[in-house]
């Protein structure tokens, strides 16, 4: 049995005031969430505030991004070691807003996973197609392509270590999500293809969902079979919101 995880994606989002609000939000709603595992992903100023919140709780957090370089002169980077430092369980690496606006590369962000786990940080791996892909028929080999990158670079063992977040990017902050049907059919692909290396890593995997994922859609989104919990970003900045795609998991 795969525990379901629902991680809250902040983005650039947030205020000391309204992260402390956020914060202490969720932690009050929390006995309600029964099945859950239940992370934070808070821009990197507020992580040592996540931290100063959550230790003790069932809630972990991350950070959004790390360096590949360990430490030195890469002014603007934060190393996965200084998140560790900060208790940072999870980091999310190769979100489609890096690869995009950040130009990263199925390479770079193969490295950045490596680099998370070095660091002791469990990496939550984005894939997903654009809508350009999608309507060209070649979200297989755009998302098949993402994930053996990975697998090349760290090997197949490495990456069961992690969890794969697969975000349509045409379904990302838009309000258009992935119908139940549609995201299964490439949880179930990139299950597949990570069975091709290894039938014990693709069975234990978490493939979570991440694209307008809200209260309304979550439970009958969790309910397929490959889909293990979401990466959730406009919803999770309401606690009310967040809690109600945790508990939609029970
Ligand atoms: P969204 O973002 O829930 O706002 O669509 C998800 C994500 O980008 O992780």
Same mark, same amino acid.
């Given at each position: 049995m795969r525990q379901p995880l629902v991680a809250g994606n902040w983005k650039m989002n947030g205020s000391r005031a309204s992260v402390a609000e956020l914060l202490d939000g969720i932690k009050a709603g929390?006995? *309600?969430? $029964?099945v859950a595992e239940v992370a934070v992903c808070p821009p990197f100023v507020f992580v040592p505030e996540a931290q100063a919140r959550l230790q003790g709780t069932a809630v972990a957090w991350g950070g959004q991004d790390l360096s590949v370089? *360990? +430490? /030195?002169?890469?002014?603007g980077e934060i190393a996965g070691s200084m998140l560790a430092d900060y208790g940072c369980r999870y980091v999310i690496v190769g979100h489609s807003e890096r690869r995009s606006y950040h130009h990263e590369t199925d390479a770079l962000v193969a490295e950045k996973f490596a680099a998370a786990r070095k660091a002791g940080l469990v990496p939550i791996f984005c894939v997903g197609e654009t809508l350009e892909e999608r309507e060209s028929n070649v979200t297989e080999a755009v998302v098949g392509r993402q994930v053996d990158a990975v697998i090349a670079h760290c090997g197949v063992e490495m990456l069961g270590e992690g969890v794969i977040a697969y975000e349509p990017v045409w379904a990302i902050g838009t309000g258009k999500t992935a119908t139940p049907e549609q995201a299964q059919e490439v949880h179930a692909f990139i299950r597949r293809r990570v069975e091709e290396a290894s039938p014990a890593v693709a069975a234990k995997v978490r493939i979570l969902y991440g694209g307008s994922m809200k209260p309304e859609n979550a439970a009958e989104l969790m +309910? $397929? *079979? %490959?889909? %293990? /919990?979401g990466l959730i970003g /406009?919803? +999770?900045?309401k606690a009310a919101d967040f809690l109600a795609i945790c508990k939609a998991a029970n």
């Open positions: 929390l006995d *309600e969430v $029964k370089h *360990e +430490s /030195g002169a890469y002014t +309910s $397929k *079979e %490959d889909i %293990d /919990g /406009g919803a +999770s900045l």
